[in-house]
């Protein structure tokens, strides 16, 4: 069970942010760590950024370190990712992903995706 | 470029049985889980083994996983014309979540 939303991508103009929200519903939001990925035309899946269930631990793609943001907010369900100073290679499709795994990470459940792109 | 190396593409007839590899080093997967993910491109990932080889209820026995040393495998029996898609290895060293380069499967 459980069923993740992407929202908020859209066109815009590098050097300008963007932020993109992922809802959950159908399960403990606040039980699991939750991650963004993207995947750029012609390029494979990217791994972008994660968050722990309370928002202790926040990790970064050093493609992104210091220009996005990772954010939760449990009692609405969401993750949040908040770009900034975006460049015509954040152009793709944003997933988040529910962190399942037992031991380690692993994504058992995904949004469908929201596309971002970045015009010059 | 990424630190797992995945064939780039791999193609069988349906009925057959292929293996994808995904290789690395003693830093990585050596240390580490692996996992494997199904993509169709423009649709949501699916995640087809974790922990190296076991399998979430959903997926069919015909996807099955091993690791062994520095390096992964992901077999898929019985090809059938929907398993054309590509196929990421990934695993979480350090803080920071890798994926293979990908390798796309064709079903002939």
């Known amino acids: 069970q459980g069923q993740l939303v992407e929202s908020g991508g859209g066109v815009v103009q590098a050097g300008k942010s963007l932020k993109v929200s992922c809802a959950g519903s159908g399960f403990i939001f606040g039980h699991f760590g939750m991650h963004w990925f993207r995947h750029a035309p012609g390029k494979g899946l990217e791994w972008v950024a994660a968050i722990d269930p309370h928002s202790v631990q926040t990790f970064y793609a050093d493609s992104v370190r210091g220009r996005f943001t990772i954010s939760r907010d449990n009692s609405k369900s969401a993750v949040y990712l908040q770009m900034d100073s975006l460049g015509v290679d954040d152009t793709g499709i944003y997933y988040c992903a529910r962190n399942w795994g037992p031991v380690t990470p692993s994504f058992d459940r995904w949004g469908h995706g929201v596309m971002v792109t970045v015009s010059t | 470029q990424s630190v797992l190396t995945q064939p780039p593409s791999l193609s069988a007839a349906p009925g057959q049985k292929v293996t994808i590899s995904c290789s690395g080093s003693s830093s990585n997967i050596g240390n580490n889980y692996v996992s494997w993910y199904q993509h169709l491109p423009g649709t949501a990932p699916t995640l087809l083994i974790y922990?190296?080889?076991k399998r979430p209820s959903v997926i069919p026995d015909r996807f099955s996983g091993s690791r062994s040393h520095t390096s992964a495998t992901l077999d898929i029996a019985g090809l059938q014309p929907g398993d054309e898609a590509d196929y990421y290895c990934?695993?979480?060293?350090?803080?920071?979540?890798?994926f293979g380069e990908g390798t796309h499967l064709t079903v002939l």
């Open positions: 990934g695993i979480w060293n350090g803080g920071v979540w890798v």
């Open positions: 922990e190296d080889y």
